[in-house]
Nanobody, 123 residues
Framework: QVQLIESGGGLVQTGGSLRLSCAAS????????MGWFRQPPGKEREFVAT????????YYADSVRGRFTISRDNNKNTVYLQMNSLKPEDTAVYYC????????????????WGQGSQVTVSS
């Protein structure tokens, strides 16, 4: 059974930082591209960042580029999202997702999903 479990969310002030982790079990992470998505209150889920299996290719949404960094440790079966210079508009439930092979920005391309981790940025 595949599980993706996010952790590291919480409440932070504007300008602060958080690091989200996504621990995978039931799959060999090195065979998958990984993505982070988020769902702000009352809005649709949106793409945040993605990374390929070897970390040689990453891609970010314009809204987070330069502030967020996606990374992975295949030995630990874990993916990370380092979030710096946080803004109130970053408030959302953050999800990690896995898909075989190449990176993608569309959520319907991802096969496995975590349950989400709440990030709240206060002004």
């Amino acid at each position: 059974q595949v599980q993706l479990i996010e952790s590291g969310g919480g409440l932070v002030q504007t300008g602060g930082s958080l690091r989200l982790s996504c621990a995978a079990s039931g799959l060999t992470l090195s065979s998958y591209a990984m993505g982070w998505f988020r769902q702000p209150p009352g809005k649709e889920r949106e793409f945040v960042a993605t990374i390929n299996w070897s970390s040689s290719n990453t891609y970010y949404a314009d809204s987070v580029r330069g502030r967020f960094t996606i990374s992975r440790d295949n030995n630990k079966n874990t993916v990370y999202l380092q979030m710096n210079s946080l803004k109130p508009e970053d408030t959302a439930v953050y999800y990690c997702a896995a898909r075989p092979f190449a990176i993608a920005t569309a959520e319907n391309h991802y096969r496995y999903w975590g349950q989400g981790s709440q990030v709240t940025v206060s002004s």
